[in-house]
């Protein structure tokens, strides 16, 4: 069992940066696939961006390769998403999820926080 609590969403102007962190409880987080998934009003909720469990590897969609980057430390049981040039259509309810298999699809994540919301001002 896994618990997820994201923080560090708010109000930024479109081009800032801003940092998400999702901490996990339990002895198996580096046991788990950690993703970031989005969901923006009316909208499915999304693939942002995949860590392996040692950290090692990476995936991101396409709308946030290169501007999004995650990170975790399972000694810390925390990871990390830094988001850069952000653009207003990455305003969205953000959330972690922590799943057993490597995948960009929201229903293979067994474990999920209740989000934060980031909102990025035009």
């Known amino acids: 069992q896994v618990q997820l609590v994201e923080s560090g969403g708010g109000l930024v102007q479109a081009g800032g940066s801003l940092r998400l962190s999702c901490a996990g409880s339990?002895?198996?987080?580096?046991?788990?696939?950690m993703g970031w998934f989005r969901q923006a009003p009316g909208k499915e909720r999304e693939f942002v961006g995949a860590i392996t469990f040692s950290g090692r590897s990476t995936d991101y969609a396409g709308s946030v390769e290169g501007r999004f980057t995650i990170s975790r430390d399972n000694v810390k049981n925390t990871m990390s998403l830094e988001m850069n040039s952000l653009k207003p259509e990455d305003t969205a309810v953000y959330y972690c999820a922590a799943g057993a298999y490597w995948s960009r699809e929201k229903n293979r994540y067994d474990y999920w926080g209740q989000g934060t919301q980031v909102t990025v001002a035009s």
């Open positions: 339990g002895r198996t987080f580096s046991d788990h696939i």
